[in-house]
């Protein structure tokens, strides 16, 4: 059962990150005003990248 569960998060966070490159402006901004928004384990790859 956990691996289905890790699988579906894992395709969650996919589409989370192409929604957000997608996107880079709306996401920013938000970056910006509310830091928890994203996860912290991905949150450094994301910040290399220059929106």
Request: proline share 6%.
């Amino acid at each position: 059962m956990t691996h289905v569960v890790e699988a579906e998060c894992a395709e969650a966070r996919e589409l989370e990150l192409s929604r957000v490159f997608a996107a880079p402006g709306r996401f920013a901004f938000r970056l910006r005003t509310d830091p928890q928004y994203v996860p912290l384990w991905w949150r450094s790859k994301v910040l290399q990248h220059q929106f």
